[in-house]
């Protein structure tokens, strides 16, 4: 699973790679947690008479949006759900009721420059940093929700507004990953971002090249300090290389 990661990239950068339009500054991330906003891109909405972005005859536009990490199913009763969708198995992603609609019609690139991941040693876990080798952002297929309170409720927007949510997918871990846990977030390829976010793709099918594991010469990683074990450690301290801690 992926419980953690940073987005330090700059608004510029994201804006260039990602081909949006522009994007507003933020300030960079070390430490990112469940439960927190997460950058995403996904398709804009701009829509025609019917209301479908899918049948406009234009590319659809991209945009940045900030998400809950942990997704809520728009059926969900309690939004609390989320604690437990942080993470989505790309082998069962579109038969899972909590995700088979977002793997529909609601993917989007969930933005990152790295992650960190926990090796079991002996009683304790070991954190470790891992991004790519060029240091370049990278997207994680991510899904996305938007819940508006228990069904058959009449919403008060004032009250309970919308509540928009999303999680990563996971697929096996590559060589370089397998030492340290069995499973890596799904990183896509420049290349594959307009199939991953194009909405007239509904088959899952046509989705499954994509959900491989990264190729494990392009990335790297290395052990940090245990500061990243708390979310309200949020430095560069978290990332910085360290020897592994003998427990």
């Known amino acids: 699973m992926c419980g953690r990661f940073t ?45 479908d972005p899918r049948n406009t005859g234009k590319s659809p536009p991209r945009e940045l949006a900030w998400l809950r990490w942990g997704l809520v199913p728009s059926w969900a009763r309690d939004p609390n759900v989320a604690n437990r969708l942080i993470n989505v198995r790309a082998e069962t992603a579109a038969t899972k009721p909590a995700f088979r609609a977002a793997m529909r019609h609601r993917r989007c690139l969930i933005l990152a420059d790295g992650f960190y991941e926990w090796q079991p040693i002996g009683r304790a876990k070991q954190p470790y940093f891992i991004h790519l080798r060029d240091n370049r952002p990278l ?11 228990p069904v058959g409720q009449v919403r008060n927007p004032q009250s309970a507004p919308r509540l928009e949510t999303c999680a ?5 871990a590559n060589d370089l990953l397998r030492p340290i846990h069995d499973r890596m977030p799904v990183v896509l390829p420049p290349d594959g971002y307009s199939i991953w976010l194009d909405p007239k793709i509904e088959d899952a099918g046509q ?18 300090s245990r500061l990243v074990n708390d979310p309200a450690h949020e430095s560069p301290d978290c990332i910085a290389p360290g020897q592994p801690t003998l427990f």
Do not use: H, K
Not at 35 to 45: E, K, M, T, Y
Not at 139 to 149: I, N, R, V, Y
């Open 168 to 172: 990563l997918l996971t697929t096996e």
């Open 139 to 149: 997207a994680f297929a991510g899904l996305w929700e938007s819940w508006e309170g």
């Open 7 to 51: 987005l330090r990239t700059s608004a510029r950068e994201i804006a260039e790679q990602f081909a949006l339009g522009a994007a507003e500054p933020f300030s960079p991330r070390f430490n990112i947690a469940p439960s927190q906003p997460v950058a995403v891109v996904r398709i804009g909405r701009r829509r025609d008479d019917t209301g």
């Open 207 to 224: 989705l499954a090249p994509l959900l491989v594991p990264y190729p494990a010469g392009e990335m790297e990683a290395y052990p940090v």
